[in-house]
């Protein structure tokens, strides 16, 4: 009797611990996979304000290059007095 006891205590222990080892991996691949998850989620902010400060940059460069630019826009998007 006492052999069968210790019997079932040890394939009992042997099950949990496999049922631990198994729980415990994947919790890691779980947290791993929401780090991974976090950080690709940064990236793409990352990316995005970069395409936005290039495009700006781009923007900001064509307007500063154009010497009639001014002109344009102020006949093309102001009023003039006879308009009124």
Do not use: P
């Not at 793409?44 to 781009?58: F, N, S």
């Amino acid at each position: 009797m006492i052999w069968l006891l210790t019997v079932l205590r040890t394939k009992l222990g042997r099950a949990l611990a496999g049922v631990g080892a198994i729980l415990a991996a994947l919790g890691l691949a779980y947290l791993k996979g929401r780090s991974q998850a976090r950080t690709d989620a940064e990236n793409e902010q990352v990316r995005r304000r970069i395409d936005a400060m290039k495009t700006a940059k781009d923007v900001r460069d064509e307007v500063e290059s154009d010497d009639f630019f001014v002109d344009r826009a102020r006949r093309n998007w102001v009023r003039s007095d006879d308009e009124r």
